[in-house]
């Protein structure tokens, strides 16, 4: 079974531009998560879809950072414009369901903003 | 969602079994236990999920008394790619939502 892919691997950015991170989750799963990591900590929640629409975005900077999922499938977790502290690893993840399921991480996006 | 604290690092030997213990007092009647490995350059990968007393898979065993108010993952004689940071994560029941602490950086040595 085919894993949680994202894609680019790596990005390197000036800060004030701008950044885009794509996410195919596993087939069939209907939640989607983007976590952030930073170095040295744990991921964070940023974003949460069930199907295309959103769960929670509590944690999401809204004034630079939007995600979607517009047909429920893929997903593009974008940051405008970058700023250096969001030099991190971008996780997508997901889930069968929303409740009492396996969450699976992709590989991750690793942003370095300079 | 119920806090969870777990030591930061922990050193082993190879072929020595590894016990990491996690506190939640905080846990919900419906929140689940569960466990992830990380491996640098690699996102989080589940390794054991459980909600009271104990469970078994191929890779890791999961303790949790009664109160469950803690849980302890223990890892059967570690190898040199066992090490990785664990991440005890106490998860809702209604959300399927990951809350990811510090974790613990497990070292293993030769």
């Known amino acids: 079974e085919a894993g949680v892919a994202q894609s680019p691997r790596y990005k390197i950015i000036e800060k004030r531009q701008s950044v885009a991170f794509w996410c195919n989750p596993i087939?069939?799963?209907?939640?989607l998560y983007w976590y952030q990591q930073i170095l040295g900590q744990g991921p964070k929640l940023l974003i949460q879809?069930?199907?295309?629409?959103?769960?929670?975005d509590s944690q999401l900077p809204k004034d630079r950072f939007s995600a979607e999922r517009l047909k429920g499938v893929d997903s593009t977790l974008k940051i405008q414009p970058a700023k250096l502290e969001d030099s991190a690893v971008y996780l997508c993840?997901?889930?069968?369901?929303?409740?009492?399921?396996?969450?699976?991480f992709g590989e991750g996006s690793w942003l370095t903003v300079v | 969602l119920a806090k969870t604290t777990q030591p930061i690092s922990m050193d082993s030997y190879e072929g020595q079994e590894v016990n990491i213990t996690c506190s939640h007092n905080?846990?919900?009647?419906?929140?689940?236990i569960t466990w992830y490995q990380q491996f640098p350059s690699q996102g989080p990968r589940f390794i054991i999920q459980g909600y009271k007393t104990k469970v078994t898979n191929e890779v890791a065993s999961l303790f949790i008394p009664a109160d469950r108010k803690s849980s302890t993952l223990s890892l059967p004689r570690v190898s040199l790619s066992d090490t990785a940071v664990y991440y005890c994560l106490v998860v809702s029941g209604a959300t399927n939502k990951l809350i990811f602490g510090t974790g613990t950086l497990l070292a293993v040595q030769p």
């Open positions: 905080n846990i919900a009647t419906n929140d689940y």
């Open positions: 087939s069939g799963h209907a939640t």
């Open positions: 993840a997901s889930s069968l369901e929303s409740t009492g399921n396996t969450i699976y």
């Open positions: 879809f069930q199907n295309n629409g959103v769960v929670d």
